[in-house]
């Protein structure tokens, strides 16, 4: 069988399903690319038991037949010098050659009997939910860099995704702060579910997703949560521990409130974090009357800086983790930051102002002695 298609889209499907093939595994079929030939298109595949992700591309071939293909395909195409590549697959013999101008490469393939396809689209059923694709890829990176990567931890290493009410609601936590962002939809109302997704997955969604206003298909059922949208099917195992409920953790008066530029407060916050020492990243926040000033200090010296803000409430001093204000105002595109302060020991509760569909909560580190 001869293949002949686009060299450049063939190594953009082959680099969106690569990322996602194990990087140890007992198992070797699934260290390899599944390839389908059907009449009209190619379907690139691959898992790694937790993930499935699937792409297809057009081809004016009529042949069927299905194969595996080593991952160095990838580097291949990477580097292949023509814009059509043509590829001929020998069904018996599981053996592959590639052409493209005077190059010539001759792959040994392999049978795609064993290969596993329990997450793949064929045995995808359930409820389906539909939203705009540039949506809920702003909601995932709003919260996703909140969970948990520590493995002693399982049930905060996921994300809590929940319907209820026709809201969509998204909660990430490591138990030192907790992002929560919503979405309401009235086409939704009647529809329920309470999924904890691996955070690790959908930050993979996050790799392969763009910023379109397409809709992305979301189907789930006890086990799988699965996203369909372009070419594109992508599906994860949910996890089975049971997520807290953390609504407790939020206070629901402040003692001190500001609101200060959000560009101002990254930039400042990032040239503290240039001095801030030790695993929390250190800074000290001092609240005075109409400004916040921002200290950092270590071995290679100090820093200082007073930004302009609106104040209610109380005076205070803390230190925070710099890392923790940058990681979200990183993700912002508002021109100013609410900030609600509930003591020295109390947690900081971030939003935008004017807005109820969004918070993040980060603890204060205890004061140094």
Not at 340 to 366: C, E, S, W
Request: aromatic share 10%; with cysteine; hydrophobic share 40%.
């Amino acid at each position: 069988m001869q293949i002949v298609i686009n060299s450049t889209e063939f190594k953009d499907c082959l680099e969106s399903v690569e990322k996602i093939l194990p990087t140890r595994s007992t198992m070797p079929v699934i260290n390899n690319i599944y390839l389908d030939t059907n009449p009209g298109s190619l379907i690139i595949a691959a898992t790694n038991l937790e993930m499935f992700i699937s792409v297809s591309m057009h081809y004016n071939g009529k042949e069927s037949g299905k194969i595996l293909l080593p991952p160095k395909i990838v580097d291949i195409m990477r580097y292949f010098p023509t814009p059509d590549v043509t590829i001929n697959v020998n069904w018996d013999n599981k053996r592959i050659e590639i052409f493209g101008g005077q190059a010539q490469f001759h792959l040994f393939g392999s049978d795609p009997e064993d290969f596993p396809t329990s997450l793949g689209p064929e045995n995808d059923s359930g409820q389906a939910i539909e939203i705009e694709q540039g949506l809920l890829k702003k909601m995932l990176r709003m919260v996703v860099f909140a969970a948990s990567t520590e493995e002693s931890r399982p049930a905060f290493n996921g994300i809590l995704i929940k319907l209820e009410g026709g809201i969509l609601t998204f909660t990430a936590s490591d138990t030192y702060r907790l992002a929560v962002n919503k979405t309401f939809n009235e086409e939704w109302d009647g529809k329920e579910f309470r999924l904890l997704v691996p955070a690790r997955t959908l930050r993979e969604f996050l790799r392969i997703a763009n910023d379109s206003q397409l809709p992305v298909k979301l189907k789930f059922d006890k086990s799988i949560l699965s996203f369909e949208f372009g070419d594109v099917y992508f599906a994860t195992r949910l996890l089975e521990e049971k997520y807290p409920d953390v609504s407790g953790v939020i206070p629901k008066e402040y003692k001190t409130r500001i609101i200060v530029d959000r560009k101002l407060l990254e930039e400042t916050v990032a040239r503290a974090n240039l001095l801030a020492e030790g695993k929390n990243q250190a800074i000290h926040f001092s609240i005075q009357e109409e400004e916040l000033q921002i200290k950092a200090s270590g071995q290679e010296g100090r820093m200082e800086e007073i930004l302009p803000v609106e104040r209610e409430g109380d005076l205070l001093e803390l230190y925070v983790n710099s890392r923790y204000i940058l990681d979200l105002i990183k993700q912002l595109d508002v021109e100013k930051v609410s900030i609600d302060f509930h003591g020295d020991g109390g947690p900081l509760i971030f939003r935008m102002p004017g807005r109820q569909d969004y918070l993040y909560l980060a603890l204060p580190i205890k004061k140094f002695n």
